[in-house]
C-alpha cells in the first residue's frame, strides 16, 4: 500500500484502478480535458460525479436554478438547509 501525505495528491495512483477499462493513454487523455456541464439538477450533477471519478480534473459548471423541494427526489446535494439555494 503506498502511502501518502494529507496534503498529496497523486493522479495516477488515485485513477489506476480505470487501467483496463482505460488504457493509460486515455486515462491521460482524460485527465486533460475540460467538459462543460449545463445544469447541475438530477442528471448534471450524477454526470460530474461519474466524469470526476473517471479522471476529469476541469468543468465548467452552469445552472441558474435553485434547490426546490421538488428536487429532493433526484439531486444528492438538496435538503432542508439546501432550500433556495443555488444548485
Given at each position: 500500500?503506498t502511502q501518502l ?44 460525479e461519474v466524469l470526476?471519478?473517471?479522471?476529469i480534473q476541469k ?29
Open positions: 500500500m501525505k494529507n496534503s498529496e495528491f497523486n493522479y495516477h495512483l488515485a485513477f489506476s484502478r480505470n487501467l483496463g477499462w482505460l488504457s493509460e493513454a486515455e486515462q491521460s487523455l482524460l485527465s486533460s480535458k475540460k467538459v462543460a456541464i449545463a445544469g447541475m439538477g438530477g442528471v448534471g450533477g450524477q454526470y460530474a470526476a471519478r473517471l479522471g468543468f465548467h459548471i452552469s445552472d441558474f436554478d435553485e434547490f426546490e423541494v421538488q428536487n429532493f427526489n433526484r439531486q444528492n446535494a438538496s435538503g432542508m438547509k439546501t432550500l433556495f439555494c443555488n444548485q
